[in-house]
């Protein structure tokens, strides 16, 4: 495509190739910014980069924070002996909308597969044991995807952890509510059938 | 199951191709290059859900083309649909009456389907890469659990040996990372050996009456299944060979090493068959292979026969007919480049036969006189 500015053209090669957006959406952005208000493209590149300069990692659980500590570390009224290990933040943010959890959190940023050049060293695993000998805490649930990496994660956490007094679990796996039971995989129902649960534990 | 009506659009030099099949045997007769064997693979892309040749989908879209489809119509009681649509990024959606399978594996075994090419009769002889092969064709068909332990171990020593290159050989021992894949190698590994054993055992009788029938009771042809796996050290000879794995580039135990040893009289078919002796072992643990999945998935496979006749003197193709008569399947496609031929087969033969000819890049169905 010709452009008639090198500016232009500039911003639409920067937005193209972002997550789910090529050169089309790009343009059609990017000539949105150039044609509305100054305020607009300034308020956006101003809090882009006050996300580049100002935004911070958790240090305790590896999610993003505005402070060294995130809120859900530092709020008192969550659960310190409880942590649930997640993969990524979008998965401590898809179990924080269920409400359902009252612990901490920590992000592994990632799951081993040497094939994709991710070893153990390269994720928050050793600083995840050092906490778990550091503090009070009583029980790890690991909320990691069902897949061979997940389970070969999951097995190598485990091995890391065995020593110390810590419980284990793992999040249940089977047919998600209000689902065909005839359009489950074979795989997915086989295990809800062996690992099922009694009636009681279910209605409580 | 059987085929109505096959659309090609784009599947290798297929551009646009109707064909209507029918029940009982079919024959596809057109000269080289025509087209005849790719007709035969789109239908095993219907059934297995990929190429019987080629490992990448790409390399059967046609070429300068994004994308081919593949539309079937089958019936047994009822009918059903598959469409097969491969693009050139490597996006394959297979629909099963209408519902796109979320992983195309759960496809497997829905139709049960064999191939015989002659040149496999080679291969298979010489290569015991083909020959795992075989057996894992096989297993994926009647048995879900065998494909993923399959696809895990397999997985898993992938990881393996990319964890070994990339480390430091100090940190192999007592490594709770090389442990994690080795356990899930061990289980899977377990399963796999389990599996293939039976699959051999019930193979052999079949091959043996196949063969003794196709060599007028000269040839008793066998299987011997040798794992290189052992459930008892499995674990401590992978732990052991992990720093000279890590040099080697290799694994050298495992269930990937299996062997399938062939015999024929109780002698070494590789060191001492004929290749009259070789064809009829392949022939023959070809339609033991189709009798397993039969019994196995009680479904009447599809058979796929590509220029098999060529290859062979005529006592062999009297004998092969037979087979085929006797043989528990709906439908069966044979390609030829000689009408004549298969005139004088389609005689012999003692079921319903049809004659489709490529005429023009149209297949016409040939009248009988």
Redesign the interface.
Known sequence: MKYPSKILEQVVDSFSGLPGIGKKSALRIVLYLAQNPHQKSKKIVDSISRMTEELKICKECFSYSDFDICEICSNPSRDRSIICVVESIRDLMAIEDTQQFRGRYHILNGLISPLDGIGPDRLNIDVLVERIKSSEIQELIMAIRPSIEGDTTVYYINRQVESLPVKISLIARGISFGSELEYADEFTLGRSISERIPYQRHRA | MIFKKILFAQFKNLNELSFNPKPGINFIIGNNGVGKTNILDGIHFCCMTKSYFHHSDKMSIQHDRDFFRIESLLTNDEEHQIIVRCKKNGQRVINFDSIAY??AS?HLGKIPVIMIIPDEVYTFINESEERRKFINYSLVQTD?EYF?QL??YN??I???K??LK??NPLSFENN??L???E??MYKAGRYIVKARSELIKKINPYLEEFSREMSDGQQSCSIRYKSNYDEEYALSEWAKQRESDALSGRTRTGIHLDKLECFFNNQSLKNFGSQGQIKTFVIALRFAQMKYLQSESHRNPILLLDDLFAKLDEDRVAQLVKLIERSPIDQCFITDTNLDRAKKIAKQINQRTSIHIFNSNQLQIHEKE
């Open positions: 979320s992983k759960e879900r993923y696809n895990l997985q898993q992938k990881q393996r990319s964890f990339s480390n709770s990372l442990d994690a894949y356990s899930d």
